[in-house]
């Protein structure tokens, strides 16, 4: 059984002529929670949607549980297992909550499935919502319903990209709460974060992009044991 869920090998990804990532490499344990962190425009969403596949990755390799997914469609990627919560939240606005679940379910072998009712005991604000257009709901529910309607993809290896961001404090309570849980059902997942607290409350690994390149990558404990690593390559104290 293998113990590493992504093998992100060197990856080289440009936007037209403009070269974003530098041989960036990283790999996510399975059933562990990477924090993907730094500054605004180091290359953390170019890096999820490398993985996603809705950027290609011009050179590199990208392994989910040993199979190659790089350069494959972003369709193919999904159904290996990959499901990306972009920044921003995209879900449907005129769909229902409930609507914006079920256009999102895709039936994938993996144990306890997930369906609209899990998502609803996961974020139970969203079950008194069902039939609310998702574009009425508050911030920090269609947040929810983001990653509610990944989740229905029933994929292994999650990815979101700054769940948090323009969230009240409580609200970004609740979503890490529900981080935490999804988590402690064995998914994999990579975690963009400009939130360093929220970030060290659920990471088991950390690394840090810095214009496109890697910066450090190392385990969570030993970023809590060293806070000038923080200080060194965040700017966060
Ligand atoms: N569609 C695009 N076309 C051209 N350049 C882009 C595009 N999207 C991002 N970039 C550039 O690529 C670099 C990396 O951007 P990216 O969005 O991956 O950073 P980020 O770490 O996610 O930043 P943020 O914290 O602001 O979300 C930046 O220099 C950005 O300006
Ligand atoms: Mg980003």
């Given amino acids: 059984m293998a113990t590493d869920a992504l093998i992100i090998d060197k990856i080289n990804s440009y936007y037209g002529d403009s070269h974003v990532l530098h041989d960036v490499s990283l790999t996510l344990r399975k059933s562990s929670l990477l924090a993907l962190l730094g500054r605004n425009g180091a290359g953390k969403t170019t890096t999820m949607m490398t993985v996603a596949g809705l950027v290609t990755a011009k050179t590199g390799e990208i392994t989910l549980f040993g199979k190659p997914v790089a350069r494959q469609k972003p369709e193919t990627i999904a159904r290996a297992g990959i499901r990306l919560v972009p920044q921003g939240r995209r879900i449907f606005p005129s769909l229902s909550v409930e609507e914006n679940l079920k256009v ?134």
């Fill in 104 to 237: 999102a379910a895709q039936n994938r072998e993996i144990q306890n499935p997930w369906n609209i009712s899990r998502v609803f005991d996961l974020f139970p604000q969203l079950r008194d919502r069902i039939k609310q257009r998702a574009g009425t709901l508050s911030g920090g529910e269609q947040q929810m319903l983001a990653i509610g309607r990944a989740l229905m993809g029933n994929p292994d290896v999650l990815l979101l990209d700054e769940p948090s961001e323009g969230l009240a404090p409580l609200i970004v309570a609740e979503v890490a709460r529900g981080i935490k849980e999804i988590k402690n059902e064995g998914l994999s997942i990579i975690l963009v974060e400009q939130n360093f607290q929220l970030a060290m409350s659920v990471a088991d690994d950390v690394a840090v992009l810095n214009t496109g390149r890697l910066a450090y990558y190392g385990s969570a404990a030993e970023v809590q044991a060293n806070p000038e690593l923080a200080t060194k390559h965040l700017g966060v104290f």
